[in-house]
């Protein structure tokens, strides 16, 4: 892992997603309470291994991806942060996902914001989406929170769906 792709706020510690995550990452994206209604819903635990895989290489490709969020002082597991390539063409997409307990104190905005920030000033990508469910009010306030601005809906299943974005000024 590249030691510049670690990002420390004042309470977290963002490290690209490795091996050594697998249990934190299979436990959150089994949760339904998290991952039911995020693209592609609940995970099985090979399928999250599938997709460590795929972040591990998406990060050598493109110099960045997805962080495990940790407590800085514990290095208790909060959830992830990051990015994709969106599946549906919309580019590059920013998301977040924090275990159920953890949820309401702030850890998606201030990783999400961290995320950001890395993903315009040290990766150099001009342009990030982010897609909310219309009635996810938590998500849509961190995306605004964070300078995301909206930019378009569309509907998947029936479900309001929201795009947001961030383009930089450079």
Known sequence: MNPAWVVRTGRLVLRPVSGAD????????????VFAVMLGGVRTPHRTMDELAEEVAFWGRRGLGIWA???????????ITGFME?????????RFAFVAGMQGHGYASEAAGAALRFAHERAGVRRVVAVARADNVSSRQVL????MRECGA?????VPMLVFESVSEG
Do not use: H, N, Y
Request: charge should be neutral; proline fraction near 7%; glycine fraction near 22%.
């Open 144 to 147: 605004g929170g964070i300078g």
């Open 22 to 33: 697998l249990p934190d990452l299979q436990a959150l994206k089994a949760d339904p309470r």
């Open 86 to 94: 969106r599946p549906d063409g919309l580019g590059i997409g920013l």
């Open 69 to 79: 969020v940790r407590d800085r002082e514990s290095g208790a597991f909060l959830g």
């Open 154 to 158: 569309f509907e998947r299943a029936g």
